[in-house]
C-alpha cells in the first residue's frame, strides 16, 4: 500500500509564504512524476505544478515565478514553496506521485488527502 501524506498548509496575509510537503511511503519501487493540483470553492481541480524524477518542471501560467516545485527522491518527498500569496490561491491543494509499487509492473496515480491554503488578512 502506498500513502501520501501532505503537511504545510494553513492561514496566511496576501503576499505572504507557505511551503507544501507531500511525502509518499508504503511498498515504493519506482516514483515517477509528482505534483500539485489545486481546488477552489466551486471551482474545478486545476494543475499548479508538476516534476519530473529527474528535475523537469511545469507551472500553470497563474502561479509562475510565484511558486517553485521541487523533490527529494531519497525522501520521495515534493513540495511547493509559495510566495508573494494572493486571495486566488485561496483553495485546498493536493499532491500526487505517479507509483510503481513493487506488487505491480504498472504505475497507477495516488493523491495525497488535501491541505487547506487560505490567503487572507
Known amino acids: 500500500q502506498v500513502q501520501l501524506v501532505e503537511s504545510g498548509g494553513g492561514l496566511v496575509q496576501p503576499g505572504g509564504s507557505l511551503r507544501l510537503s507531500c511525502a509518499a511511503s508504503?511498498?515504493?519501487?519506482?516514483?515517477?512524476?509528482m505534483g500539485w493540483y489545486r481546488q477552489a470553492p466551486g471551482k474545478e481541480r486545476e494543475l499548479v505544478a508538476t516534476?519530473?524524477?529527474?528535475?523537469?518542471?511545469n507551472y500553470a501560467d497563474s502561479v509562475k515565478g510565484r511558486f517553485t516545485i521541487s523533490r527529494d527522491n531519497a525522501k520521495n518527498t515534493v513540495y511547493l514553496q509559495m510566495n508573494s500569496l494572493k486571495h486566488e490561491d485561496t483553495a485546498v491543494y493536493y499532491c500526487?506521485?505517479?507509483?510503481?509499487?513493487?506488487?505491480?509492473?504498472?504505475?497507477?496515480?495516488?493523491w495525497g488527502q488535501g491541505t487547506q491554503v487560505t490567503v487572507s488578512s
Open positions: 516534476i519530473t524524477s529527474g528535475g523537469s518542471t
Open positions: 508504503g511498498s515504493i519501487f519506482r516514483l515517477n512524476d
Open positions: 500526487y506521485g505517479d507509483v510503481r509499487p513493487y506488487s505491480s509492473s504498472s504505475f497507477t496515480r495516488k
